[in-house]
């Protein structure tokens, strides 16, 4: 169980970068190991590549350096995803980290002097809105955070991998033997030793979905990049612990009724992940090695309609 060679990933072939590994520990950066109780904007800033970081390079070079260069607001979206890490694992720290905004409509004069009370009142606090009774969605950000925390405390499945001893908020820094490059991650959660497992670790993630069904949730995990994810994360957690870890997903929709919903990754889904971690990664070493970052190749290139195009009838 969480071994990758059960999985058939040991029999990957991933393109090997001919360029010498990239040796390099800035003094920023914390020893190799995992490290608990590490604020978010302190390891924000450790100098090491982690998975957000090296996503955009699924597209093109150019867009994963655009977006290290020129690092995004936070959007609603990832804002109230953060808040539910939080509230599910260390509801005593909510109210440090967040401050709730009470009911207005910005597009009022009334709704803009309630919030702009609010942000004096935060005093650096993350502001989680309460939307006016008509909002609908993300406005309401108050209305999805419970509801999507009392549907993962529902569950069943949940419990093990929310109340077994474990660790929140795990950051973890190493480095990768075939580029060179110094990784990170931080980890929603981490079980070293999860008993009904015979002692497998566990990494436990907590995501936000749309659609939290089998169907929908791998679409999700698909366009996203879960799987690579995944792979990164359980690539470092060996590395630093010699141990292969499991990984589980905790998903809750984000509207209601926020049903919610655990999974795992399958064999095949983590070889493919592992497959496309190790591409990525070895993408950025080279882009890194050279300074050059590339955007779609400059030649003549022949395009495909995708399947369901071809299978479009315009008679009936």
């Not at 009774?133 to 009392?150: C, I």
């Amino acid at each position: 169980m969480g071994d990758a060679s059960r999985s058939g990933v040991s029999a990957l072939h991933v393109a090997k970068t001919n360029l010498p590994p990239i040796i390099m520990n800035p003094i920023e950066l914390p020893a190799a190991g995992l490290h608990y109780g590490v604020p978010y904007e302190v390891y924000a800033k450790w100098p090491a590549i982690n998975f957000s970081k090296l996503k955009p390079i699924r597209d093109t070079a150019s867009k994963c350096k655009w977006e290290m260069d020129h690092p995004k607001e936070p959007t609603p979206s990832m804002i109230l995803g953060s808040a539910m890490h939080i509230a599910v694992l260390e509801p005593a720290r909510f109210e440090q980290v967040y401050y709730l905004c009470p009911p207005c409509d910005r597009r009022t004069s009334e709704g803009k002097e309630i919030y702009a009370k609010a942000e004096r009142g935060a005093q650096g606090k993350v502001l989680i809105r309460q939307g006016a009774k008509d909002d609908e969605g993300l406005l309401n950000q108050v209305a999805a955070l419970k509801g999507m925390v009392a549907s993962i405390k529902a569950l069943r499945t949940t419990a093990p991998f929310l109340q077994g001893v474990g660790h929140n908020e795990v950051s973890a820094v190493w480095r990768d033997e075939e580029t060179g490059l110094w990784c990170k991650g931080r980890f929603d959660r981490l079980i070293p030793d999860f008993g009904p497992w015979e002692g497998v670790p566990v990494i436990v993630e907590i995501k936000t979905a749309q659609d939290a069904s089998e169907w929908g949730f791998g679409k999700s995990a698909d366009s996203f990049g879960y799987a690579a994810q995944a792979a990164g994360y359980r690539q470092g957690l060996k590395a630093i612990t010699g141990k292969s870890p499991a990984h589980v997903l905790i998903v809750a929709e984000s509207s209601p009724p926020y049903d919610a919903a655990v999974f795992m990754l399958d064999g095949p889904s983590l070889q493919t992940g592992l497959l496309q971690y190790r591409q990525m990664l070895t993408r950025y070493a080279e882009c890194v090695a050279k300074n050059q970052w590339p955007g779609y190749p400059d030649k003549l290139q022949v395009l495909s309609l995708p399947k369901y195009a071809h299978e479009r009838n315009y008679e009936k």
